[in-house]
């Protein structure tokens, strides 16, 4: 199985701010890499799918990029609805696999 | 846009079957190019793939495509219901460390990421 490592798994950033999440493939996935944003209580919502490519309807302060193994999302001018818990997948070989998730905290 | 929406008991005795179901609407399983999936979630915790079925719409030999998380140790089948337009998941054997929220989702055309997903269903593995 491929094991997805993601960093850090907490961070708290001010609104504004830029913060960048990154996910570590244990082999090369190539672009199959999508993130995720969960929210308390609710289901994950997909935000980047193949590494970069926004996913329709999502802000454009999110980004993904990467290749590879290392895989990172930022998200630019940080917003109070930000708030949430990010998880990376791989999408390159079965079984699919996530990272361990990544809680954003507004300060 | 398709709409997911998970159905089962939100109860199961240890060592018995948990079974769930996920009806789509706005959007038909068969014979389209999207595949459809289970994840879940532990209270606390990351989430965990469990499955995934294609449905071809054909009506010959071999219709369907279904790939399983080998964790789960043979105790998972998948399935569709093209009448009713909804995909299952039989879970065999559960323990404890089965409960958990559990999530249907279609895998779009997109990077083959999960584009949409249900609310979730919590399921709790009593003994």
């Known amino acids: 199985d491929i094991q997805m490592t993601q960093s850090p798994s907490y961070v708290s950033a001010s609104v504004g701010d830029r913060v960048t999440i990154t996910c570590r493939a244990s082999q090369n996935i190539r672009s199959w890499l999508a993130w995720y944003q969960q929210e308390p209580g609710k289901a994950p919502k997909l935000l980047i799918y193949?590494?970069?490519r926004l996913q329709s309807g999502v802000p454009s302060r999110f980004s993904g990029s990467g290749s590879g193994t290392e895989f990172s999302l930022t998200i630019n001018n940080l917003q109070p609805e930000d708030s949430a818990t990010y998880h990376c997948?791989?999408?390159?070989?079965?079984?699919?696999?996530f990272g361990g998730g990544t809680k954003v905290e507004i300060k | 846009q398709p709409q997911l929406q998970e159905s089962g008991p939100g109860l199961v005795k240890s060592s018995e079957t948990l079974s769930l179901t996920c009806s789509v609407s706005?959007?038909?399983?068969?014979?389209?190019?999207?595949?459809w999936g289970w994840i879940r979630q532990p209270p606390g915790k990351g989430l965990e793939w469990i499955g995934t079925i294609y449905d071809s719409g054909n009506t010959d030999y071999h219709p369907y495509l279904t790939y399983y998380n080998p964790s789960l140790n043979s105790r998972v089948t998948m399935s569709v219901d093209r009448s009713r337009n909804q995909f299952s998941l039989d879970l065999t054997s559960v323990t404890a460390a089965d409960t958990a929220v559990y999530y249907c989702?279609?895998?779009?055309?997109?990077?083959?990421?999960?584009?949409?997903w249900g609310q979730g269903t919590m399921v709790t593995v009593s003994s």
């Open positions: 989702a279609r895998r779009g055309d997109n990077g083959r990421a999960f584009d949409f």
């Open positions: 706005n959007g038909t399983i068969a014979n389209s190019s999207f595949y």
């Open positions: 997948q791989q999408a390159n070989s079965f079984p699919r696999t």
């Open positions: 193949s590494a970069s």
